[in-house]
Structures are given as C-alpha cells and as structure tokens.
C-alpha cells in the first residue's frame, strides 16, 4: 500500500504528481458551480444563503436563525468538559503569546534637512473567519484563526461555520435549530468572538465578501475549507483580502538510521487521517527504516478508527523514498515545499541550514506535528501545494495593513527637485516635473 521508491527521478515525479494533487479538471466544473453561487449571494444576499444552505448542506433555516443566539453561546459551555475547556485556554494562551511577538510596530525616522519617513502598522476594520465544521469539529482552527486577528487589534471580528448536516445524531443536536458543535462555539467565545453565523461553503465566503442583510461585509476572510470554500476565496480575492488557498494537508518527513520507525509511523498516519487527499511522504536515508516504517504503518491501520479515509490517503498519496543522503533529502524537501516538514535526524538544527522551503518545521524526536497542529504557539493555518516557495503562515500580519509616512521640508525638496525633474520627464509625467519645480523655483504661493 505505501510505495518505497530508490530512483532519484522516480522519486521526483511521483511528488510532483503528489504535490499538484489539486490541479486537475474537476475545478474547471466546480468553479462554474462557485460563480454561480458568488453571483446569486451578491444579488440575493441572505435568500441565495438560504437556499444554498439547504441544497448542499439539507439545512432548511429562516433569516434569523442564520446566527448563532446568546443561549446557544451560554449553552455550549455547558456541553464541554472541564479538560476540554482547559486544554482550549492552555492552547489560547501558547498561540497568543507566540503572535504577540510578531506584532510589527509603527515607526518614524528622522532624517537630515527636517525629512521624516515611517510606517504605520493598523488593523482591517472587519475580519471574517471560515471555520470548517459539519461533521467535525475544529476547535484548534478557530483559535489560529480569531487569536491573531484579535492581536492585531480587528476591531469586528465575525465567524461562519456550517451547521451539523442532517441525520447527524448526538445530545447537541436536539435543538430546534440546526446545532454547531460547542467546542467550536467555545472556543469563538474564549477569544472574543460572540457574532458567529451557522453558514458554510462557498455562499459563506460570498456573504462575507459582499455582505448580506444578515452577515457584515468584511475586509478579510481567513480560514481553510473544501475545495468550493477555497475556489470561492479565489474568485473574491480582490473584493477583500485572504489568508490563501488552503489545499489538502501534507507533510514530509527526513529521517535517517537514528528515527524511531514507530513515531514515523504514527506521523505519516496522522496527516493521512486528515482527508482522502493528504500527503504522507517519508524520505529517508536508511532503507532498514524505509521497511520498518512501511510495516508499521500497515500494523497501525489495522484497527484505525478511520482505518477507510486514511488507507485511500496513503494508497493514493503515501509514499516512502530512499536516498544516498540528508543533502538529497533537502533537495527533495525543498522542492516539494511541503506544509509540514519533520527533521527526525540525529543533529535536526544542523540540518536547518539546508531547508528553505517549507511551511512549519518540526525538530527532533520529541516534536511531532500535532505539537504545532494545536498549542505550541506558531499558526498551523500554512501554505500547501508548493506555496511554501514563497508564502508563510497564517499570523498577525494578516489581518493588518501598513501605510508609508513621508514628509519633506522645502529645503530637503530643493535637494532633489532635479533629480526628480529628470525621471518624471523621462516617463512623459510632466505635471509630476511641476509639482515639485513649483514649489521650488519662483512658486508664486510658497508654504506657510
């Protein structure tokens, strides 16, 4: 089931194929399904939500149910356990330490002849968060998500996230209204975050882009989702800002003689529990290990809890690789530009030098993914797909905009009035020579 590749360009081929997983032709049909929905929202606002609501997710609502109430809010706390709630402040606590470290700070700098430059950091005024939901539930990813908006100082910040789907059993969904799950609904609340709205997919995103009579228009729309979630994010990336396009997870893992084939094992089975589509790939310098790893992975799926998802991950995106080096490891990693990347090598820091791309890394024996996934501290929303090239996680940064502050005095603008003379003329901007030779040269109202 997970292939062990030794050839080199084999190996190669194999993840490329595995890293552009997403780009096939079922989009094109799908995107022509997003517009449709995209277009509908913004004519119709909350009636296309409704109607979208109970096509694809079978959830038949009236307008004001479309937010969550306060009894729901006050309710969920009570549907939690005491640990539950604990390990949500725990991880709370951890993430927002960490993002309040890369809060970038406004500056100015004083120059000579009275110039001053600067930057002034300031927040989006509204933040939309999708949270993935149905029939799971993602505590984890609203507090990646609402803890750096909330840092960065987003003065409204709202949350959509689908109800449970219909036929779905359990005590939380005995209520009249279409339930969201409480661990969800708890963790909002621990962050802040009161104004949430029982919508998902794509018609969520349209609501938050374009703003319904319900659901506010916001300036930013962070968060993961399906394929249609992430299509929708796309096609409104320029009406408002995104985070990225979330594709399915994936993680690479370097190991050598020293890993224990055991924690490997278990790694490689925790992305591929994910989804269907997430990557598990092992490259691995010592072939003992590469079938240590590939029995015990077959040992571990045999009594999985969800043994069906996770073999069809790792038949179809499982892959073992062989190589002469930890150099060639890198070169592959590196190509690969994996989400999560694990050093699980004798001397991981040494190796660090080697690896530029990639999402999240992971050092040493003792730090698997799921450490990062939940209260660590650094964002587990990354970039996939090869993004890692050239995009960073998730973070404060976000959910903020920085203008440039410039201010010169006459003396300074006579230094340079020549200077500038000669680009603007060689752009053909002859009013830009004016504006500046105006107030340099016999300008008949000079500066007060």
């Known amino acids: 089931m997970l292939r062990i590749i030794t050839q080199r360009t084999e190996a190669e081929a194999e993840l490329r194929r595995i890293r552009d997983r997403t780009h096939d032709e079922l989009i094109v049909h799908k995107e022509a399904t997003v517009r449709e929905v995209l277009q509908a929202v913004k004519r119709q606002g909350d009636r296309a939500v409704l109607h979208y609501t109970a096509e694809f997710d079978q959830q038949t609502l009236a307008p004001e149910q479309l937010r969550v109430s306060g009894s729901e809010l006050d309710a969920a706390y009570q549907q939690v356990s005491s640990d539950l709630l604990a390990a949500i402040r725990l991880a709370r606590s951890q993430i927002e330490a960490f993002h309040r ?12 002849d009275e110039v001053v430059l600067g930057k002034r950091y300031t927040p989006v005024d509204r933040a939309g968060l999708y949270i993935p939901g149905g029939r799971a539930a993602y505590p984890s990813t609203v507090l990646m998500n609402a803890v750096p908006a909330q840092v960065a100082g987003v003065p409204r910040i709202v949350m959509v996230t689908p109800p449970a789907p219909a036929g779905v059993s359990g005590d939380a969904l005995k209520h009249a209204v279409p339930a969201i799950n409480p661990a969800v609904l708890v963790a909002a609340q621990e962050c802040g975050i009161a104004e949430i709205y ?3 997919g794509a018609q969520a995103i349209a609501a938050l882009a374009y703003g319904t009579e319900t659901i506010p228009k916001v300036d930013v729309i962070t968060g993961p989702g399906n394929i249609y979630v992430t299509l929708a994010k796309k096609l409104v990336y320029g009406t408002v800002g995104i985070d990225s396009l979330a594709g399915p997870s994936e993680v690479l893992v370097i190991a050598d003689a020293t890993a224990n084939p055991v924690y490997v094992a278990t790694d490689l089975l925790a992305q591929a529990e994910h989804d ?18 590939h029995a015990e992975v077959e040992l571990q799926l045999a009594n999985h809890p969800r043994r069906t998802l996770t073999e069809k991950a790792i038949a179809n995106y499982g892959l073992i690789v062989v190589v002469e080096s930890l150099q060639a490891a890198a070169e592959l990693s590196n190509e690969f530009a994996p989400e999560h990347l694990e050093l699980e090598v004798a001397d991981p820091w040494a190796m660090l030098d080697q690896i530029r791309h990639a999402g999240a890394i992971f050092l040493g024996y003792s730090t698997p993914e799921a450490v990062g996934d939940y209260l660590a501290g650094p964002n587990h929303t ?3 797909s090869g993004a890692a090239r050239y995009a960073s996680a998730l973070g404060v940064e976000t959910f903020m905009k920085h203008s440039s502050l410039i201010q010169y005095s006459p003396t300074a603008l006579g230094k340079v009035a020549s200077a500038i003379d000669v680009l603007a003329r060689a752009e053909g901007l002859p009013s830009h020579a004016d504006s500046v030779r105006l107030r340099t040269k016999g300008n008949p109202n000079p500066e007060p």
């Open 276 to 293: 269907p589509m997430a990557a598990a790939i092992l490259v691995t310098t010592d072939g003992v290990l590469a079938k240590k790893v």
């Open 382 to 384: 990354l970039p996939t």
């Open 198 to 200: 029982r919508v998902g």
């Open 101 to 112: 470290q890369r809060l970038p700070k406004s500056w100015v700098q004083f120059q000579e």
